[in-house]
């Protein structure tokens, strides 16, 4: 929320009041359960630990939500009340609901923490430049550190430009080894290198050095590279002072883009980690679990692991909202980003080279099937005919594992006739304009 105050303090027109008006109709006046959603509540047999949650989620004979059950939240209306009220969103951070918020943390029947009025008041947001860099007639600007997604999407791509991408077909195997081996060589980087740049020196510029990775993408041949691949030694790194961290992170996340009349743009992603975070309510809202975002392994070989946890210290995550612009003019040709824990990465990276290198339209390239690889197996989108693709890989020294992949990419493209929106199926969700 302090994000958010820091952005309508920039760039808003309108009273933060009013912000907040739509939310509270909806949360009043509900919406239907969606066949996901039931889905969602019905695997999840933690909802069920505390009772807040179990009671929102559950019919009152203890079922999960049915498919089309109307849920209301009026005590989340109330919380956003209290928000809009407090030009600066201080509410969340002091007061009733932030007391609410520790005693539910320290009291929580599993797994209560030490939190603190100080720690929740003390929360400060962070102004950030974006991570930039060219590829071929674009440029491209994600989220910096301690988010991984704008650095290693960004290594993807630069890894493949040396690569005619529009040689081979997408859903061809030669498509499919180039996109995992440069998955797999950045997230070698990502383990070594990325975390909190507060507590890590984090080595941005070398990492996207175009010397360095046409010098990686070298070792991306006609067979995969065994897998764990290790990590690099970009320009500016002497050594690799800080080992690999393993965890790659939740799935429950969110994604908007937005582009309006005067041609501003936001690709905004935002997570509670978690399907439903830590399962704790508060004022009607989930509680994050985001520091499991942080490795579970604080040291390797007695080196330290770069996202071990520490007091004060940010988690590593995987959200890649992405902003496309033109090279030479600089003029806004895309916003997209999407949902999915660390496979974030890999949806938006395939979405880009389907929509930059392929020449798709936003909506065909989030439809085109998934493929990625985060260090370990190469994943292929199960149901689509990229699955028929393992022999092909596995011949390649690919590890093939076929899964589903529930990814949620929603993009906007700047086209010279106007926009053109695009919503990822897998998911709910719509493109909208006005």
């Avoid at 359960?33 to 889905?39: D, E, N, Q, T, W």
């Avoid at 320290?106 to 860099?133: F, H, I, K, Q, W």
């Avoid at 880009?352 to 998934?370: F, K, N, T, Y």
Wanted: aromatic letters at 6%.
């Amino acid at each position: 929320m302090r994000m958010l105050a820091l952005a309508h303090a920039d760039h808003g027109r309108r009273p933060w009041a009013t912000l907040f008006e739509p939310a509270i109709r909806l949360a009043e006046s509900g919406f239907p359960v969606s066949p996901r959603l039931h889905a969602l509540i019905a695997r999840d047999k933690r909802l069920k630990t505390f009772a807040d949650t179990a009671g929102y989620f559950h019919r009152a004979d203890g079922m999960p939500l049915a498919v089309g059950d109307r849920l209301r939240n009026p005590a989340l209306a109330d919380s956003l009340r209290r928000l809009a009220a407090h030009v600066g969103a201080d509410a969340l951070y002091d007061g009733p609901l932030a007391n609410a918020i520790v005693q539910t943390v320290r009291s929580a029947p599993r797994n209560p923490a030490a939190m603190t009025a100080a720690d929740l008041a003390g929360y400060e947001a962070v102004r950030r430049p974006a991570v930039c860099m060219p590829y071929r007639a674009w440029r491209l600007c994600g989220m910096p550190p301690p988010s991984s997604g704008g650095i290693t999407t960004l290594q993807i791509l630069g890894l493949l430009e040396r690569f005619d991408m529009t040689d081979t077909a997408p859903e061809s195997a030669t498509f499919v080894h180039r996109l995992a081996e440069a998955g797999r060589l950045a997230f070698a980087d990502r383990g070594a290198y990325i975390a909190d740049p507060a507590f890590t020196a984090v080595p941005t510029a070398g990492l996207l050095d175009p010397a360095y990775l046409a010098a990686r993408a070298r070792a991306i041949g006609k067979r995969a590279i065994a897998e764990p691949a290790p990590a690099g030694r970009p320009p500016g790194v002497e050594s690799t002072a800080e080992a690999e961290g393993s965890y790659i992170g939740g799935e429950s996340t969110t994604h908007i883009s937005v582009v309006d009349a005067f041609g501003n743009a936001v690709s905004l992603t935002s997570s509670i980690e978690g399907a439903f975070g830590s399962r704790l309510m508060v004022g009607g809202f989930l509680l994050n679990n985001q520091l499991t975002d942080f490795s579970f392994v604080p040291e390797r070989d007695g080196v330290p692991v770069a996202n071990r946890a520490e007091p004060g210290k940010r988690p590593r995550s995987s959200m890649a909202p992405t902003v496309v612009l033109d090279r030479d003019s600089g003029r806004l040709v895309a916003v997209l980003g999407s949902p999915g824990g660390s496979r974030i990465i890999g949806y938006v990276a395939k979405t880009l080279v389907a929509m930059l290198d392929g020449g798709m339209d936003i909506q065909s390239a989030i439809d085109s099937p998934h493929a990625l690889n985060r260090n370990g197996a190469t994943e292929l989108e199960a149901g689509t005919a990229i699955a028929d693709l393992r022999p092909a890989l596995e011949a390649r020294g690919h590890r093939v594992v076929v899964r589903p992949m529930a990814s949620g990419i929603h993009g906007i493209v700047v086209t010279p006739t106007g926009l053109q929106g695009g919503a990822d199926p897998r998911r709910e969700g719509v493109a909208l304009g006005d």
